[in-house]
């Protein structure tokens, strides 16, 4: 399983996503944009494959594809840096993809969190396909909330991986 990351200038949030993909991920794959804050020495700490490229616009589909091409994994794990998984979702996540029956991809819940806190009403949950075979999976169009397109069937994993994407008022 690889871990795709696209990210820039994340050195403050990084180090808890990284730490939370121990026992998960078996290789991650980070495309930094040319950040200046430490992002890639802090992810290097972790042993992570380090691709550059400035992203254009707010093409996430293209940074996001970049990464899947650096990928040795046979399943691809999208994430972002201020993503934590659980241990109990690693669990899941290890369980459906080596007994994957005919899926292809997987979705789960992520829980969008407000000053360390899970929200529970507008837009508390997003769920999202984040999990696919590199071979049947490849993100398209331009655009900041990518798409992500599947050729073939699409699993659920009752799983949550926790989103903490704003630190302050």
Known sequence: LTAVMPVKNEAGKIQKCLDSLRGL????VVVDSLG???T???CRKYG???VTHEIQGYNMDKQRNIGIEHASGEWILQTESDEIFPEETKKKIRQAIENPDDFVAFRYFRVNCF???ALKYAGARDHM???SKKANAAYVGNSLHETLKVNGPIGEIDAQVYHYSFNTI
Do not use: H, M, S, Y
């Open 25 to 28: 991920a078996d290789e991650i």
């Open 36 to 38: 200046t804050d430490g």
């Open 40 to 42: 890639v020495e802090v």
């Open 48 to 50: 992570a494959k380090i």
């Open 115 to 117: 000053l360390n806190r």
């Open 129 to 131: 396909i984040r999990i």
